[in-house]
């Protein structure tokens, strides 16, 4: 059974700092490309980062460019979220998601639970 | 970015009700549209992919079609489990966007 468990969410103060983790399990998580997404309270699902299966890619919205970064171990299945200087604004859900291939297209067919970070004095 | 709009934003149905969301892209994302539901408090989860393929173990009353610009999402008879918020998502180009959301409650 494929498990995506997201941790390391809690309360933090502008401009500091937080890193999310994903533990994966269940399927072969260094042939899979991940995304985080997340939600502001009451909002849509929002992009925010990719990287590749190997890590040797990685992508950001340009609301989190050059604050936020991407990696994952892949000895230990799990990827992360390194978010510095956070910003109110930067307050959400956030959510691990599983890429996959079909039909000639992409999507996200696993999601962890989420972590919920916020962001406030 | 690509622009995605659902409509309606939000609807009232009742159980065993016919119910269709629609998605509209800013441009042609050919056949590379999911939707997703979400129950409150829950993570979405996927329906349907290239806009019309049924994700494994998903209900058949779910269907999905479109192409280009316009896309709809077609749950044939509510079920209670089903009063939830629908997300589409487009994969075409980076970066991946998603529409506002379409809530369905109980009527």
């Known amino acids: 059974e494929v498990q995506l468990v997201d941790s390391g969410g809690g309360l933090v103060q502008p401009g500091g700092s937080l890193r999310l983790s994903c533990a994966a399990s269940?399927?072969?998580?260094?042939?899979?490309?991940m995304n985080w997404v997340r939600q502001a309270p009451g909002k849509g699902l929002e992009w925010v980062s990719a990287i590749t299966d190997s890590g040797g890619a990685t992508y950001y919205a340009d609301s989190v460019k050059g604050r936020f970064t991407i990696s994952r171990d892949n000895s230990k299945n799990t990827l992360y979220l390194h978010m510095n200087s956070l910003r109110v604004e930067d307050t959400a859900v956030y959510y691990c998601a599983k890429v996959t291939t079909g039909y000639g297209t992409t999507f996200y067919d696993y999601w962890g639970q989420g972590t919920l970070v916020i962001v406030s004095s | 970015d690509i622009q995605m709009t659902q409509s309606p934003s939000s609807l009232s149905a009742s159980v065993g009700d016919r119910v269709t969301i629609t998605c509209r892209a800013s441009q042609s994302i050919s056949s590379h549209l999911n939707w997703y539901r979400q129950k409150p408090g829950k993570a979405p989860k996927l329906l349907i992919y290239a806009a019309a393929s049924l994700q494994s173990g998903v209900p058949s009353r779910f269907s999905g079609s479109g192409s280009g610009t316009d896309f709809t999402l077609t749950i044939s008879s509510l079920q209670p489990e089903d009063f939830a918020t629908y997300h589409c998502q487009q994969s075409y180009s980076s970066p991946w966007t998603f529409g506002q959301g379409t809530k369905v409650e109980i009527k």
């Open positions: 269940g399927f072969t998580f260094s042939s899979s490309a």
